[in-house]
């Protein structure tokens, strides 16, 4: 037996169904019983719970959809190929704290990676053969090209390269920390 394919998902159907506050970016339901949705109850769940900074996901029709991508619809009525959260903050789905983005643009706003050593984004060691004159080396990436901006003799001076690059190179996108 074959299912009859559930329709699309538009804004006027998500906004019959849903209530989404822009100042907090929380969504609850507006129908009545819908197995564990109940009208007034906010919608969705974390989508890994054991993660504390983990994106928001509701189903809809079936279908599971991040939280950031339905606020995004539900407001402009458009898809965006990506979502920026510009406080880095997954669950942070107020409208002001997202924008329409590139996947470029999206991965300049990250923080520092976990394997970061020297505490600041876009400085690490230099090679052996740099390290007894100028240590530290501040390194940029634009459109998926790795550019070395310099060698410092302090981290500092490092980070201070690379956040007048990025800023320069990135835009509103940038984030030095």
Not at 30 to 36: E, M, P
Not at 57 to 80: D, E, N, S, T
């Amino acid at each position: 037996m074959a299912y009859p394919k559930t329709p699309p998902l538009t804004q006027v159907l998500l906004k019959s169904l849903l209530h989404y506050e822009a100042s907090t970016g929380v969504f609850t339901w507006l129908v009545g019983k819908r197995g564990a949705a109940h009208a007034g109850k906010v919608a969705g769940c974390p989508l890994r719970r054991t993660q504390p900074n983990t994106y928001h996901v509701i189903r809809v029709g079936g279908r599971l959809y991040a939280a950031h991508r339905l606020a995004w619809f539900y407001v402009y009525g458009w898809w965006p190929q990506y979502i920026d959260h510009k406080n880095t903050l997954k669950a942070d789905n107020r409208l002001d704290n997202l924008r329409a983005s590139t996947k470029a643009q999206n991965g300049h706003n990250v923080g520092l990676r976990t394997t970061n050593t020297s505490g600041f984004k876009g400085v690490h060691r230099a090679s052996r053969a740099k390290r007894r004159t100028k240590p530290w080396v501040a390194e940029i990436c634009t459109q998926g090209e790795r550019r070395c901006i310099g060698y410092f003799e302090t981290p500092e001076k490092a980070a201070a390269a690379y956040q007048a690059a990025a800023l320069k190179e990135h835009g509103e996108f940038a984030r030095t920390t």
